[in-house]
T-cell receptor, first 116, second 114 residues
């Protein structure tokens, strides 16, 4: 199974600033996803970030607020822009390994963001 | 639109007793179902999945899940609970369309008492 790391693991940020979260995978994967887990809540998909195409955002999430880069098959970044306290969440990246239609997704450890 | 319901916020069980964590789903077409577990301050870990075939699916750490198409359910089970099983459990679904992302339930906290 793919091993995924995220940086930073946690951060405390001021309102109005931006934070870029990095996701590194130990193998080449086409499909990568970014999720948000608000305090005490379930996971909500922010966007799908496949290498070689523009990220596809879910309803309620926009590129200006959550720009994503996917420069290669092992790396992606998610930026949380112009942060407000409502952005305080755990942000997780996940990947689906190539080579099958029904593979499970593997998740990174998450980035715990607190916005003051 | 697909959806997943986990009707119990928390399940309490004594160590050694069987446990069940409930999940029901709604999708158009055939479902593709998962269970994940989240330990404190850690990411999600994959437990098991159902694609097709046998309705009873076996997964990691002694967990299994039973797919019931008529009841649109995919309950997670374990014959004998361990204190170390205490964690947050998520059921998720993906349908047979091209959308690969998962839709998660609200999560169920399992508390196993010694």
């Amino acid at each position: 199974s793919a091993v995924i790391s995220q940086k930073p693991s946690r951060d405390i940020c001021q309102r109005g600033t931006s934070l870029t979260i990095q996701c590194q995978v130990d193998s080449q994967v086409t499909m990568m996803f970014w999720y948000r887990q608000q305090p005490g809540q379930s996971l909500t998909l922010i966007a799908t970030a496949n290498q070689g195409s523009e990220a596809t955002y879910e309803s309620g999430f926009v590129i200006d607020k959550f720009p994503i880069s996917r420069p290669n098959l092992t790396f992606s970044t998610l930026t949380v822009s112009n942060m407000s306290p409502e952005d305080s969440s755990i942000y997780l990246c996940s990947v689906e390994e190539d080579g099958g239609l029904w593979n499970e997704q593997f998740f990174g450890p998450g980035t715990r963001l607190t916005v003051l | 639109a697909q959806s997943v319901a986990q009707p119990e916020d928390q399940v309490n069980v004594a160590e050694g007793n069987p446990l069940t964590v409930k999940c029901t789903y709604s999708v158009s077409g055939n479902p593709y179902l998962f269970w994940y577990v989240q330990y404190p301050n850690r990411g999600l870990q994959f437990l098991l999945k159902y694609i097709t075939g046998d309705n009873l699916v076996k997964g990691s750490y002694g967990f299994e899940a039973e797919f019931n198409k008529s009841q649109t359910s995919f309950h997670l089970k374990k014959p004998s609970a361990l204190v170390s099983d205490s964690a947050l459990y998520f059921c998720a679904v993906r349908d047979y369309t091209g959308r690969r992302a998962l839709t998660f339930g609200s999560g169920t906290r399992l508390q196993v008492q010694p």
